[in-house]
């Protein structure tokens, strides 16, 4: 299994530019979340997903935008990048029944100029 | 503002030695506290979890002491060595799925 993949690995964007970041996982977790993570503020939850059509927003969801079309993919768009956006995400998915125990990718770290 | 508060940003200790990282939270509705490890370039990953009606757990060098009256929870690197060198971040969830994050500890065993 290769767990939970991301790409890409590092993006740098110009203010005003969309794009999207890609997950996937192959161990047919239901539960798919999105976290940025910044420098004395510890993961912080963007959105969520509890199965395929479902999403919902986390604490941070301003300027990003999710889909779960399919259990595999949690895609994290960003509508129109800001400099604030700079962070390295990362994206998770849990078991539905022991939920806490979430397994991260390896993170994306972008770059908003 | 985070529901979790970790303590201290930063320690350093000798190979061998006690490691202690403390967190607080506020929210009584949290019903699970897991440690995760994040090494550089890496996700994090779960390494240890309690539930409140807990008071300690332990698993090989790594304890979780819970204190449910004083919402405070913390973890111990027993004999910390170089391979634990990494930044721990302590959370807290609720709904199951939700985790709240602390801001992390850097952690520095030196050899």
């Known amino acids: 299994n290769a767990g939970v993949t991301q790409t890409p690995k590092f993006q740098v964007l110009k203010t005003g530019q969309s794009m999207t970041l890609q997950c996937a996982q192959d161990?047919?977790?239901?539960?798919m979340s999105w976290y940025r993570q910044d420098p004395g503020m510890g993961l912080r939850l963007i959105h969520y997903?509890?199965?395929?059509?479902?999403?919902d927003q986390g604490e941070v969801p301003n300027g990003y935008n999710v889909s779960r079309s399919t259990t595999e993919d949690f895609p994290l768009r960003l509508l129109s990048a800001a400099p604030s956006q700079t962070s390295v995400y990362f994206c998770a998915s849990s078991y539905s029944e022991i939920a806490v125990e979430q397994y991260f990718g390896p993170g994306t770290r972008l770059t908003v100029t | 503002q985070q529901q979790v508060k970790q303590s201290p940003q930063s320690l350093i200790v000798q190979k061998g030695g006690i490691s202690i990282i403390n967190c607080a939270y506020e929210n009584t509705a949290f019903d699970y506290f897991p440690w995760y490890q994040q090494f550089p370039g890496k996700g994090p990953a779960l390494l240890i979890a309690?539930?409140?009606?807990?008071s300690e757990k332990k698993e090989g060098r790594f304890t979780i002491s819970f204190n449910k009256s004083a919402k405070q929870f913390s973890l111990h690197i027993m004999d910390s060595q170089p391979g634990d060198s990494a930044t721990y971040f302590c959370a807290a969830s609720y709904d199951d799925y939700k985790l709240s994050f602390g801001a992390g500890t850097t952690v520095t065993v030196r050899a």
């Open positions: 309690i539930r409140p009606d807990v």
């Open positions: 161990m047919n977790h239901e539960y």
């Open positions: 997903s509890v199965g395929a059509g479902i999403t």
